[in-house]
């Protein structure tokens, strides 16, 4: 990953952020799988991988595609098998509580890659929501969008959009 240039760098966060994953797919739906795994863990470090679709990983949202901008050449070239992306998401995340502010997507695409890897996940993936209050989850949409307008333009991309999330969480229970 390129550092890009930033109105504001990203700082270490504080040791009570949490570990925030987010998964770019080829798409939404049942046929749907995960084609990018990214996590920000709470002392900022970022990990961001490409994965290469299984055999039977077919389905792909010309849609999705214009969001992330990742193709299934790229894939293919770059990207690490369904293996060695869960070993390494288990190697990183053992043991902890992981979030997710897209729960029911992301732990469906989780799914699909530790079964392709015929592995099963030592982390526990949770809904982001749960950890906000009521008047945060108000104010999550405004200061997540502050956030983004601060950091300028950035990829869609999976640990991109996990630091964004983390900021977002840091931002509503920090000081104001």
Known sequence: MHPSPLAHPNPPLPSTAPTVLDIEASGLGRSSYPIEVGYVLPDGHAYCTLVQPEVDWTHWDESAAALHRITRDLLQARGLPAKDVARRLNEQLA?????????????????ALFEAAEMTPRFKLENLRSLLTEQEADQWHDVKAQIASERGTQRHRASSDARLLQLTLQRLRGPH
């Open 95 to 111: 043991g902890q509580t992981v979030y997710s502010d897209g729960w029911a997507n992301d732990y469906t695409w989780l799914s």
